[in-house]
């Protein structure tokens, strides 16, 4: 893998808004609406900056993959974050779904434990380049430098089909939480 520049941003965005146009966790938060697939971009574009900023943006070496890492522990309020936290209210959320993604923070932050996190924001493969070995790669990947800075990997999913794939990867269920969907809970321990 390797690590996205600035340049690589409206690629991330792209491969991310086609993974998600249908994740139950994302569209939670998004306004339904017509303009959802520019909503979801928003949301993608809000994520990569957050991650460049307290985190790690990376690409697979063929660049059809991306993964956005952020390092809770380094998040820190900017006026930089606030600014972009403001666009993101209001070009993704909207006032309602606001205090939606408010509250859903909120109660996914309680489930994250008290110790260095290697947090797996999300991750993504173009949609023709799925089921090619391109997102095990990647994920590999990832758990090898949440390894290498001795920090457990943790991340949520919505989708009950990657489960399974993250379990091969010695990925456990740790929280189960009902938001009007499923959201779980998933951590690599250290090896």
């Not at 520049?5 to 966790?25: E, G, M, R, Y």
């Not at 943790?154 to 009950?160: D, G, I, P, Q, R």
Request: glycine letters at 6%; proline letters at 2%.
């Amino acid at each position: 893998m390797i690590k996205a520049i600035p340049s690589d941003k409206q690629l991330v965005v792209n491969i991310l808004a086609d993974s998600f146009s249908q994740n139950q966790s994302v569209n939670f938060i998004i306004k339904q609406d017509r303009k959802k697939g520019e909503r979801i971009k928003a949301l993608m574009d809000y994520s990569f900056d957050i991650c460049f900023l307290f985190g790690e943006v990376y690409l697979s070496d063929d660049k059809k993959g991306c993964a956005l890492i952020l390092y809770p522990d380094k998040k820190k309020t900017t006026f930089r974050s606030i600014y972009l936290d403001g666009k993101l209210a209001i070009k993704c959320l909207g006032i309602k779904n606001l205090f939606k993604a408010m509250r859903r923070e909120a109660v996914i932050s309680k489930q994250h434990p008290n110790e260095l996190m290697y947090y797996l924001w999300f991750i993504g493969v173009s949609i023709v380049h799925q089921h090619s070995g391109i997102g095990s790669n990647l994920l590999q990947d990832v758990m090898n430098e949440g390894s290498r800075q001795k920090r457990a990997v943790y991340l949520e999913t919505s989708t009950l089909t990657n489960i399974p794939w993250y379990q091969h990867f010695g990925f456990t269920v740790y929280q189960e939480i009902d938001m009007g969907y499923k959201l779980f809970f998933l951590t690599k321990a250290l090896l």
